[in-house]
């Protein structure tokens, strides 16, 4: 399992982020049964930052807390059986691992929304994480039903690894 970290804001958190980010990747891979070893990328930023990225990638210009960049596609989600098939964009050539994508995250956005919803900024910084690692494995929230599935997806990923409000 490779996971890189890169940190570019100049706000620091104060907590083990690295050992957070890393545990709630490993969780969300182990609780997704993926059959591969997994290479994942995470930037943490500013508002600024991801909201450069924000306008950039999806059009819109304001900061977010999370965003997704998931390499695979599937028929469903967490849906492995056809990723070799499809051919070897989705695996590092140098290691074998499955290349699920990148995730970038809004340090402001941590520490805000973790006062807003009265938890720490560790819970939050593993809720981000394990939202997006759901998305890198294809899961969605725009529809109702899916937004149910991922939001139990979510706390149960959280669940296992401790983070309660």
Known sequence: MTVNIDYESEDRLDLPYETIIQEIVEEAVDYEDCPYEAEVNVLLTDNEGIRQINRQYRQIDSPTDVLSFPMADYDEPADFDRLEEQGADYFNPETGELLLGDIVISVDKVKEQA????????????????????????????EDEERKVMEGKQEEILERKGYRR
């Open 115 to 142: 006062l807003k919803y009265g938890h720490s900024e560790s819970r939050e910084l593993a809720f981000l994480v394990a939202h997006s690692m759901l998305h890198l494995f294809g899961y969605d929230h725009m």
